[in-house]
């Protein structure tokens, strides 16, 4: 099976999408194309990362994945292609591939020719003759050169103490759920069955317990729950708790673990 995503800053008011799919299932008959999505905050790698990481692992093998995110390429970072846990990924060379594998995977990486046509519209010349070539099942090393070195990057990690985690808001979803760096791991590490209070903002909206699903609390009640990809999420029922709490990525969540 033929299948390409694509992952965008665009949103869909623009042709770009639109022209960007066109050119790809013309050169590509029959290819299946799935949008992640399309409104990534613009430029923002780290949002881009997050929602990848937390989906690409639910994709078949061979799958390639286009990231429209900060791409027009310039002098210091082009275009390139990454191979990573038997999948294709096509971005600017930005250090997105870096925060999307895990810490013992491998990664490697192609350099994608400088286009020499469209040169406002470079995904249409660089990114959709690659993805082609790789859904008419061609290896990379058959096409392109393999890359001395890329960017890579290292994501922001919570802050840890003894009895406290300081950690930041990477992602507020379509239902205003705020989505912390705090992994369950990095949580039960540090708690060691302990007691604890998640404060968000500041001491007047406090949590004290970690739910299994959103409607183990009354509507209206703040709640917190690791979602599906692992991450600490603040959330409230049937309501809005970015607005509630005025959260904004970059800020900041504090648990402090108590024995008592």
């Known amino acids: 099976m033929s299948l390409i995503t694509i992952t965008s800053d665009w949103k869909t008011k623009d042709f770009y999408l639109a022209a960007f799919k066109g050119s790809l299932v013309s050169l590509c008959p029959g290819v299946q194309i799935v949008d992640i999505t399309h409104q990534i905050k613009n430029f923002d790698i780290g949002q881009t990362a997050y929602v990848l990481k937390s989906t690409y692992k639910f994709f078949p093998d061979n799958t390639c994945h286009l990231v429209v995110v900060d791409s027009e390429p310039d002098s210091k970072r082009g275009i390139m292609l990454y191979e990573l846990d038997n999948q294709y990924f096509i971005s600017k060379d930005t250090g997105l591939i870096s925060l999307i594998a895990d810490e013992d995977s491998e990664i490697k990486a192609y350099l994608i020719p400088e286009p020499q046509i469209g040169l406002t519209f470079p995904e249409l010349s660089t ?134």
Not at 162 to 184: A, E, M, P
């Open 127 to 260: 990114f959709v003759p690659v993805a082609v070539q790789i859904m008419l099942g061609k290896k990379p090393i058959e096409f392109l050169k393999p890359a001395e070195k890329f960017v890579q990057r290292i994501s922001i990690q919570p802050a840890i103490e003894r009895n406290h985690i300081i950690g930041k808001v990477i992602y507020i979803d379509s239902s205003f759920n705020i989505v912390t760096n705090i992994t369950l791991d990095i949580f039960e590490n540090v708690r060691k069955d302990r007691n604890f209070v998640i404060e968000v903002r500041s001491q007047h909206y406090k949590i004290e317990k970690i739910s299994e699903k959103y409607n183990d609390v009354p509507a209206g009640e703040l709640l917190a729950v690791f979602n599906i990809a692992g991450y600490l999420e603040i959330a409230m029922r049937n309501g809005n708790a970015a607005e509630l709490l005025s959260i904004d990525t970059d800020s900041s969540v504090r648990i402090s673990f108590t024995n008592s």
